[in-house]
Nanobody
Framework: QVQLVESGGGLVQTGGSLRLSCAASGRTFNNYHMGWFRQAPGKEREFVAAITWLGDFTYYADSVKGRFTISRDNAKNTVYLQMNSLKPEDTAVYSC?????????????????WGQGTQVTVSA
């Protein structure tokens, strides 16, 4: 089992940047493919970005391509989400997740473990 703890959320103005971190503990971090999802009030949880265990493949939702970057540091057991050019519609609780199988990483069902989430609020 792996435990995931997100940090780095907060309040930022439109056009600003934030970097989210997700620290993992428990089983070997680099056995897992990692993803970020978000959920806004009254909306379904949606895929944001994913990265394979080696970091050789990344995937992004169309809504964040060119603005967000996912990366990982296996030596630090941490995955990051750099968010630039933030928009009010990016406001949501962002959660990281870990998957043991590299398949359908854009789907929440592919992930075995989830963090509690961190709030990101983008003011207009």
């Amino acid at each position: 089992q792996v435990q995931l703890v997100e940090s780095g959320g907060g309040l930022v103005q439109t056009g600003g940047s934030l970097r989210l971190s997700c620290a993992a503990s428990g089983r070997t971090f680099n056995n897992y493919h990692m993803g970020w999802f978000r959920q806004a009030p009254g909306k379904e949880r949606e895929f944001v970005a994913a990265i394979t265990w080696l970091g050789d493949f990344t995937y992004y939702a169309d809504s964040v391509k060119g603005r967000f970057t996912i990366s990982r540091d296996n030596a630090k057991n941490t995955v990051y989400l750099q968010m630039n050019s933030l928009k009010p519609e990016d406001t949501a609780v962002y959660s990281c997740a870990a998957a043991t199988v590299q398949a359908n990483l854009v789907l929440a069902a592919a992930y075995n473990y989830w963090g509690q989430g961190t709030q990101v609020t983008v003011s207009a």
